[in-house]
């Protein structure tokens, strides 16, 4: 059961809520985590906790009938998606119109089901996109700060070169070369001395066994073994599991109270708990968080939120392609789910892109390339409340994506010419080359500066703060979840000293 009453209280438990639940604990100050999927802990009766892409079941999605991977379709067959039970399962694909977002849902968020990928973006970039943060801070402190705690490590370059789980990198490497690209090593969160093991045959496969999206059994080092395992071990931190915080009210003496729904697996909801807080922090990611505020701000229960309650959300640029390889380029049937190369376009003056080179896990050659671009996209959707479904409606439309196409068109048309190499037209449903229609990187919607203070205390609103995505305006450039972590240290430090010490 819930206590009716935490001195702090974190919603979600994904980059932002767990560091800032860290810091917290180690104060000393009380701290419940809600969190709206479930432990992964239980294995199945496979005896796995996750399932692979390859035999999706029902801890794929969350309430879904059928799976919704993001490659839908190889020569325009159905081939990755099946019908599963609807569980509260990892990865939810919640959808908008011209704009899915996919999302992890379970203890550690996001970092249950992404790629890994740990990248610092370039200093002059996180510089224009939050000009009010001091970077020499972020670079010097807070950065190294959160890399040392996710536990980033890098592919042994030695490895690389000889191994087969990243023969599809190599071969995507040498395409980009005789174009004239550079690539780099990309940091991870996935371990790759356990990947190395893999490959040779003396642990269980993970990554190499076409474990990515739906969750990793090994190997990865997810929120629930890095921030989350330690904030626990302060004793002052506990996470309520299947706990959906639905409303925010706040009392007459300052403090908020939560309406909290609880369900089980299957959905029933078992009923519905009032939770109060002194320190409230919103760590529900940029869907999650920025609906609880909009919502709060039109039923009227949080009126003093302003305007910028719902701005600034952008898609980071993500955009998806596929080339087709010429016979003898192969890319192996054994591809690691964790990418460790990425296309390094980020200097070009008009269309700034980095490609990060994607696994085809499909378990047999497929003669595919495939990148997630992540480039420079300057439009930016909102989102207001709907009252009829009680949910937050994004705002984005199809023709806000052409900037992200335009980036990655002018990277890969270079490569294709310069390969005599041709796009895959079968890979997203219908025939089209570039897939902009989802976002794994959803950023913004309570921007830092705007919708907060300079350190994510929401304006208007005393001791309620902002700790996730949902403070980056739109774009970073690179994989976000190392930014997100490194301004979470950031602000939790400054709050602890004057909000809850002070
Ligand atoms: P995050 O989304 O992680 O966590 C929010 C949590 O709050 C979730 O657990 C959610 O269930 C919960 N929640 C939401 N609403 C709630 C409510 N009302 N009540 C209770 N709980 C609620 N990034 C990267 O840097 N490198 C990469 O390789 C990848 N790859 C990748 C692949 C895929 C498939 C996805 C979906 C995403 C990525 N990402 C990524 C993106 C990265 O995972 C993402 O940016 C972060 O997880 C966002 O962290 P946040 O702290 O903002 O929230």
Same mark, same amino acid.
């Given at each position: 059961p819930l206590p009716e009453y935490s001195p702090a209280v974190v919603v979600g438990t994904g980059y932002g809520a767990a560091v800032t639940a860290l810091r917290l604990g180690e104060a000393g100050i009380p701290t419940l985590m809600l969190e709206m999927g479930k432990l992964w802990t239980e294995p199945g009766a496979d005896g796995e906790v996750f399932c692979s892409m390859l035999k999706p079941?029902?801890?794929?999605?969350?309430?879904?009938?059928?799976t919704e991977a993001?490659?839908?379709?190889?020569l325009w067959l159905d081939l990755a998606n099946r019908d599963i039970g609807r569980h509260a399962g990892v990865l939810d694909r919640v959808s908008f119109g011209d704009m899915a977002v996919y999302l992890g849902r379970g203890v550690g968020g996001g970092s249950l089901v992404n790629g890994a990928m740990a990248v610092t973006p370039e200093r002059s970039y996180f510089e224009e996109i939050?000009?009010?943060?001091?970077a020499g801070e972020m670079y010097g402190k807070y950065f190294p700060r959160a890399n040392a705690a996710l536990g980033v490590n890098v592919v042994d370059p030695a490895w690389f070169e000889t191994c087969r789980s990243y023969q599809y990198a190599r071969v995507s490497r040498k395409a980009a070369r005789k174009a004239g690209f550079g690539t780099v090593f990309v940091p991870s969160v996935y371990d790759m001395d356990y990947l190395r093991r893999e490959e040779a045959g003396e642990v269980p496969r993970s990554a190499d066994a076409s474990e990515v999206i739906y969750g990793n059994n090994h190997g990865k080092r997810s929120l629930d073994k890095s921030y989350l395992a330690a904030a626990l071990g302060t004793g002052k931190v506990t996470i309520g599991t299947?706990?959906?915080?639905r409303e925010i009210l706040r009392q007459p003496d300052g403090t908020y109270t939560l309406v909290v729904r609880e369900i089980d697996e299957h959905g029933t909801v078992l009923g519905t708990h009032h939770v109060s807080t002194k320190y409230l922090f919103l760590g529900a990611g940029s869907v999650g968080s920025t609906e609880l505020l909009v919502r709060a701000r039109d039923t009227g229960?949080?009126?003093?939120?302003?305007?910028?309650?719902?701005?600034?959300?952008?898609?980071?640029?993500n955009v998806m392609c596929g080339r087709a390889n010429h016979v003898w380029d192969t890319t192996g049937?054994?591809?690691?789910?964790m990418p460790a190369l990425g296309i390094d376009?980020?200097?070009?003056?008009?269309h700034p892109a980095f490609a990060e080179i994607a696994p085809?896990?499909?378990?047999?050659?497929?003669w595919v390339s495939l990148y997630l671009a992540i480039t420079k996209n300057p439009e930016r959707g909102h989102f207001t409340y709907d009252a009829a479904s009680d949910s937050a409606r994004l705002h984005w439309a199809a023709s806000q994506g052409q900037p992200s196409i335009d980036a990655a068109k002018a990277l890969f048309d270079k490569v294709n010419r310069a390969n005599r190499t041709i796009y895959r037209?079968?890979? &997203?449903?219908?025939?089209?080359? &570039?897939?902009?229609?989802?976002?794994?990187h959803p950023l913004g919607g309570l921007v830092l500066g705007e919708a907060?203070?300079?350190?994510g205390r929401v304006k208007g609103y005393r001791n309620l703060y902002v700790t996730d995505?949902?403070?980056?305006?739109?774009?970073?450039?690179?994989?976000p979840f190392v930014t997100i972590t490194a301004l979470a240290e950031r602000n939790i430090e400054r709050v602890l000293a004057e909000d809850v010490r002070g």
């Open positions: 079941d029902e801890r794929a999605m969350w309430f879904k009938d059928r993001p490659l839908a379709s190889f939050l000009p009010r943060v001091d299947l706990r959906e915080v229960r949080l009126p003093a939120l302003g305007e910028a309650v719902g701005q600034g959300w952008g898609t980071n640029g049937s054994l591809q690691s789910g376009n980020r200097s070009d003056p008009v085809v896990p499909a378990g047999l050659e497929t037209y079968d890979l &997203f449903g219908d025939t089209r080359v &570039f897939e902009n229609r989802f976002t794994y907060t203070d300079d350190h995505g949902s403070l980056i305006p739109g774009s970073t450039g690179v994989n």
